[in-house]
């Protein structure tokens, strides 16, 4: 029977690595610790974007490297510490020694590796692809806000859907949903005192959790609360708003809790 085949510590390292970077991109993103992740990274982002940037970086080169060191160093052929060179020598050293404990422990270091760059990964996918459809959701809010405070009280629909004509006539079935920037309808509600609303984006998950995004106000408003909704949309559409403004603006519409 001939002798069972065995993969060398760098092929393991490399299949932890994966398996570590797979398994944390699927748990963050279909279980409830996305909404956690989200939820950090749009506090962190709104209070230490620069720190969390750097950090992000850090941890990702670091992994990178440390993964690539793994599969195409030959530790026959690295250069080895020069005694005179003290400040080459010690990193040379440090270097040598961290890629025989990757060697020696390849599943633990791998999977290390493999989570580091699915936490990194998670959260460039939560920026690049779900920060911006909130900042789309939060300007359509802001805009309906607006309108829907500077016009005189009006029945609520009875599905609780907003639509054109809460703020105005609309022609003959023109009168569709207002659609958040998930493709969503934005739900109107009325929590206190006749003329008070709140217009809510379901976000995301389409259910009511903590990533919805709320705006509120009272219709028949003064113009200068109306004003101040109108200026923080046309700052959002001119590309007037950082990125920490925009984290903050989304951290300040998350809706109170149920």
């Known amino acids: 029977m001939p002798p069972r085949r065995s993969f060398s510590p760098r092929w393991r390292f490399a299949w932890a690595t994966g398996v570590g970077l797979l398994g944390v991109l ?10 956690v ?76 590796a493999g989570g580091a760059l699915g936490v990194v990964g998670l959260w460039l996918v939560l920026a690049a692809l779900v920060v911006p459809l909130e900042t789309r959701t939060l300007g359509i809010l802001r805009l309906a806000q607006a309108r829907l405070a500077s016009a005189s009280p ?4 009875s599905d609780g ?9 609309a022609s003959a079935g023109a009168d569709e949903p207002v659609l958040d920037g998930f493709g969503r309808p934005v739900a109107r509600e009325t929590p206190g005192a006749a003329g008070q609303f709140t217009l809510r984006s379901l976000g995301l998950d389409g259910v009511a959790s903590r990533d919805d995004l709320c705006a509120s106000g009272q219709t028949g408003s003064s113009p200068a609360t109306v004003g101040d909704g109108l200026r923080f949309v046309e700052d959002l559409r001119a590309d007037r708003l950082g990125w920490p403004a925009l984290f903050a603006a989304i951290d300040s519409a998350r809706c109170p809790t149920r």
Do not use: C, K
């Open 154 to 157: 009006a029945p609520v629909p």
């Open 26 to 35: 699927l748990l963050g993103w279909l279980t409830g610790l996305r909404g």
């Open 161 to 169: 859907v907003l639509r054109p004509s809460a703020w105005g006539p």
């Open 37 to 112: 992740m989200h939820a950090l990274l749009i506090a962190l982002g709104a209070t230490a974007l620069v720190p969390l940037s750097l950090v992000l970086a850090i941890i990702a080169v670091v992994a990178a490297v440390s993964l690539s060191s793994t599969l195409i160093a030959d530790d026959s052929r690295l250069p080895r510490p020069n005694a005179g060179a003290e400040s080459g020598g010690r990193w040379l050293r440090a270097y040598h020694e961290q890629l025989a404990r990757q060697r020696q422990q390849p599943l633990a270091w791998g999977f290390a």
